[in-house]
Nanobody, 120 residues
Framework: QVQLVESGGGLVQAGGSLRLSCLAS???????????MGWYRQAPGLQRELVAT???????NYAEFAKGRFTISRDRAQMMVHLQMNGLESEDTAIYYC???????????WGQGTQVTVFS
């Protein structure tokens, strides 16, 4: 069993910043090795898309729109992943989801999402 709880979303003016966090917990977390964690987003009427991922070794991958503005990080215990978002634009308005895949496992776990709304 895995729970992913996102926090940090909200309403922000264009050009502002938000920091999203995601905490992983549950019995499966203690039985498995934490693997890649990531952030995805879904805007109304659009498909869910990758924002950024970070492996257990700290290697990162960003969508083009996120490069230079967003930074993904995770804590040393590997239980939390963060997304620092700077220079937010109205196009960044979406529900942001946290995803976890355990090391050498194929199942993905998703959080419930946190709403980010950027207004001009």
């Amino acid at each position: 069993q895995v729970q992913l709880v996102e926090s940090g979303g909200g309403l922000v003016q264009a050009g502002g910043s938000l920091r999203l966090s995601c905490l992983a917990s549950g019995s499966a977390v203690s039985r498995n090795i934490m693997g890649t964690m990531g952030w995805y987003r879904q805007a109304p009427g659009l498909q869910r898309e990758l924002v950024a991922t970070i492996t257990r070794l700290g290697d990162t991958n960003y969508a083009e729109f996120a490069k230079g503005r967003f930074t993904i990080s995770r804590d040393r215990a590997q239980m939390m992943v963060h997304l620092q978002m700077n220079g937010l634009e109205s196009e960044d308005t979406a529900i942001y989801y946290c995803k976890l895949r355990f090391w050498r496992r194929e199942q993905d776990y998703w959080g419930q999402g946190t709403q980010v709304t950027v207004f001009s």
